[in-house]
């Protein structure tokens, strides 16, 4: 990373920092001394090794990661178009053009969404699994679909399993029961779903057949890995008998945990942690073809394939794969963040930057189109590093008509962590006055007065909807966050284009404002002009036709 055109290596995801700050192109001080007691990048990967290619082994479990690396193009190379001339999508009356009137549902595959988000698949991960009764209420609350990622069947101490040989069949869990239960609570029945995901270990399993017989879930999606990284899930394991469990389950874990020499090292305290990684799998066209012919056999509702960013050629290859299966609803996530331990190498380095792979999706899709024009596409959705209504605005608005969705799952875990995180201080009346001037509370309020209806601004039509139901404050803040934030916020944006159902968003209402931008927009032919050749036809139409 650079600073002002100096290399750092204050790298704050793994803990390290340089001596002094001119740093080498190396990212070691220009003078490295011996008695240095400073841990840079090397010399803490001197004692630790392995650990270091992940964040902070002290905050698994309670953190997600993503890259700070900037990629050179962003949606904020993007400038939002807006209109002062008519109103599509309502009447054009000056009473009903106000923008609590945008319409933002939308759907994802065949599911009717009120907000156009979807909780991307959040699996085995311990920060996914803490914070789910957040996620998974608070998607529900605000009319919106969750994922339920990869490995939670295989990671659950609790589940059974058959004796088959190589791979055991699940036969019932405690975990993936809760994770869909949860979401039920609050559904109404119609608005989001609940989309269970599957990796290789998942597929040796039979996930889907379990989900799909036993609890009765109707979307599921087929994973080819994430926007993090391309090497499968990981997680640490903070025993050696929860090792020893997954390792007799097919998993890869890391030191082998059957080993007599590591078992010895591991009661002697030399190992912290085991690591538990998932294959990276091998498919060919005709095997996933087949992989979809036979989950839709099932009689599901929904088929959804879930993608990192990988190379151009690839991620093409997968695009043709979903068009031609005729899947429902196909995610693609850019780089670089996750919510496990992807490496830091590769979140920084890896994978095609979410703009980037936004526009190659959307060139491919306009080939198809040109090509067969009845092609039936899938819906699509957006992720990577996306978290305001300016994003999802201009992702839904790039991708028009393709992208009915924004897929998100940092962003809604912290959401939930601070509602639950909050609940706490307000159950403990530990609110501190820094707390309750950032809320917008004056100074003469006492700090242990904060009340759930004062902290949240939602609290109380959830509430009145819900009655004496104990909603956790975690659901409480991700459905303040998507519905309140976000809601209001797309609404106002639409508003202002003067369009008010959100699927009339079109490309000419964002121009790029960035050399970048407008080199990407071109070379795909997307037809997003760059800020000073917008209108320009209409403009001359505009001034000439005057009567001066």
């Known amino acids: 990373m650079t600073k002002f055109g100096i290399v750092t290596n204050r790298n704050s995801m793994i803990g390290s920092r340089t001596r002094v700050e001119d740093a080498c192109e190396s990212g070691l001080c220009p003078i490295c001394v011996a008695d240095c007691p400073v841990f840079c990048e090397v010399s803490k990967s001197a004692l630790r090794g392995r650990e270091v290619l992940y964040p902070s082994r002290e905050f698994f479990g309670d953190s997600t990661a993503g890259t700070p690396k900037d990629f050179g193009i962003g949606y904020r190379d993007f400038q939002i178009q807006f209109e002062v001339r008519g109103a599509k999508g309502i009447e054009e009356n000056m009473d009903k053009v106000i923008f609590p009137n945008v319409d933002i549902s939308t759907r994802w595959g065949n599911i009717p969404q009120k907000v156009p988000l979807v909780v991307a698949g959040l699996g085995s991960t311990y920060v996914a699994k803490r914070n789910w009764d957040g996620l998974a209420m608070g998607c529900a609350l605000s009319g919106c679909s969750i994922t339920v990622g990869e490995n939670v069947c295989g990671m659950d101490s609790n589940a059974t399993f058959t004796d088959d040989k190589p791979y055991p069949k699940v036969l019932d869990t405690v975990d993936m029961k809760y994770r869909v239960e949860a979401f039920r609570e609050y559904w109404d029945g119609k608005h989001g779903d609940i989309i269970i995901q599957k990796n290789v270990e998942d597929t040796r399993l039979g996930v889907f ?28 394991l903070s025993t050696l008998e929860r090792a020893q469990l997954l390792q007799s389950r097919g998993y890869l874990v890391l030191p082998d945990p059957s080993d007599p020499v ?11 942690d085991f690591e538990r990684h998932s294959r990276v799998g091998i498919a060919s066209t005709e095997d996933v073809l087949e992989e979809i012919d036979q989950i839709k056999s099932m009689g599901v509702k929904n088929v959804f394939i879930k993608t990192g960013a990988y190379r151009p050629a690839s991620t093409a290859w997968i695009i043709r794969l979903g068009v031609e299966g005729k899947v429902d609803g196909m995610t693609f996530d850019g780089a670089g963040g996750g919510t496990g331990m992807s490496p830091v190498s590769m979140m920084n380095e890896g994978s095609i930057p979410t703009v980037y792979l936004e526009a190659l999706v959307v060139g491919c899709l306009d080939m198809i189109k040109k090509k067969t024009p009845s092609t039936k596409i899938p819906t699509i959705a957006i992720a990577g590093g996306i978290s305001s209504e300016t994003q999802v605005f201009k992702a839904l608005a790039m991708g028009a008509p393709y992208v009915t969705c924004v897929a998100m799952a940092r962003a809604p875990i ?18 501190t006055p820094a707390m309750l001037k950032t809320l917008g509370f004056p100074k003469e309020k006492e700090p242990d007065t904060l009340t759930i209806e004062e902290a949240f601004a939602e609290y109380d039509s959830l ?21 309140s934030k976000l809601g209001t916020g797309i609404r106002q944006l639409c508003a202002g284009v003067r369009k008010f159902k959100l699927n009339l968003l079109e490309r000419k209402d964002i121009a790029t404002i960035s050399t970048r931008a407008e080199k ?6 997307l037809g997003i002009a760059p800020q000073e050749d917008l209108d320009i036809e209409e403009i001359k139409n505009e001034i000439y036709s005057g009567n001066y």
């Open 209 to 236: 057949e379990y989900v799909s017989s036993k609890l009765d879930v109707s979307s599921l999606e087929i994973k080819f890995g994430q926007g993090a990284k391309a090497i499968g899930g990981e997680v640490r």
């Open 463 to 483: 509430k009145r909807e819900h009655g004496d139901k104990d909603i956790p404050t975690a659901a409480v803040g991700v459905y303040t966050y998507f519905t």
């Open 414 to 431: 912290t959401a939930a962590m601070k509602g639950k995180y909050m609940g706490e201080i307000i159950k403990e009346n530990s609110a």
């Open 520 to 525: 990407v927009c071109a070379k795909w032919n």
């Open 262 to 272: 590591v078992i010895d090292q591991w009661k002697a305290g030399l190992i912290p």
